[in-house]
């Protein structure tokens, strides 16, 4: 079966309004220690859709809406993190503000400013994660980090360590150490090293790359301009 068919037995609750609400504590917690964010976002959108909001406290509420923001960003589903963040009601957003600081990074990578993204994780409002949050925003600074340096391997042919560095936010060597596990070619040490990427196999079906993957190509180019 499809992925996106299976249901998550914690997900799959009949309890409606407050009582789905009571119960969301714990559910929550399994899936945030779990850390899975597909299972993460369809619970929480069954949590919406049971009317669960309504029966939960703010507190309760944001924790629900941040998990389910940032499962949305971890997968790049940025229509439905820009839509979801429109839902969110003030007292949720006040209620937290890692909600608020969620969403600084899903604009960031909503305009393709990844640089601005991985800024926005280690902003002094976003400092200090709390225990549930930490985990998802770690995983979500990986898989970021691993995307940009995909774009970063059909974009560059050559590119200085110092500038490549700066796109996912780590130290040069840091940066040379992740071009050496890809087989990237390295010319020289340090930050003035000139590193020659290379793309990373296709895992799907070939085919040209699409409008969206050149978008973002371009948009990756031009944060060096």
Same mark, same amino acid.
């Given at each position: 079966p499809r992925a996106e068919t299976r249901a998550?037995?914690?997900?799959?609750?009949?309890?409606?309004?407050?009582?789905?609400?009571?119960?969301? +504590?714990?559910?929550?917690? !399994?899936?945030?220690?779990?850390?899975?964010?597909?299972?993460?976002? +369809?619970?929480?959108? !069954?949590?919406?859709?049971?009317?669960?909001?309504?029966g939960a406290d703010a507190a309760t509420s944001a924790t629900?809406?941040?998990? !389910?923001?940032?499962?949305?960003?971890?997968?790049?589903? &940025?229509?439905?993190?820009?839509? &979801?963040?429109?839902?969110?009601?003030?007292?949720?957003?006040?209620?937290d503000g890692e909600v608020g600081a969620l969403w600084e990074i899903g604009k960031h990578m909503w305009r393709g400013d990844y640089r601005g993204a991985f800024t926005a994780m280690d902003s002094p409002a976003a400092s200090q994660w709390s225990a549930a949050a930490a985990p998802q925003v770690a995983a979500l600074r990986r898989?970021?980090?691993?995307?940009?340096?995909?774009?970063?391997?059909?974009?560059?042919?050559?590119?200085?360590?110092?500038?490549?560095?700066?796109?996912?936010?780590?130290p040069a060597d840091a940066f040379l150490a992740e071009a050496a596990r890809r087989g990237w070619a390295v010319n020289g040490e340090g930050a003035a090293a000139l590193v020659s990427p290379t793309p990373q196999p296709s895992t799907g079906p070939a085919h040209d790359l699409r409008m969206n993957q050149l978008g973002q190509l371009t948009q990756l180019v031009a944060q060096l301009d």
């Open positions: 998550c037995a914690l997900c799959a609750s009949p309890l409606a309004g407050s009582s789905f609400a009571m119960a969301s +504590s714990a559910q929550l917690a !399994q899936l945030l220690e779990a850390n899975d964010p597909q299972q993460i976002a +369809s619970y929480a959108e !069954q949590f919406e859709l049971a009317m669960g909001h309504m629900v809406y941040k998990s !389910q923001l940032i499962s949305y960003l971890r997968a790049r589903d &940025l229509d439905r993190a820009r839509f &979801l963040w429109k839902r969110v009601p003030p007292a949720a957003r006040g209620a898989g970021l980090t691993d995307h940009v340096l995909d774009l970063m391997g059909r974009a560059y042919v050559a590119i200085t360590a110092a500038d490549a560095a700066a796109m996912v936010a780590m």
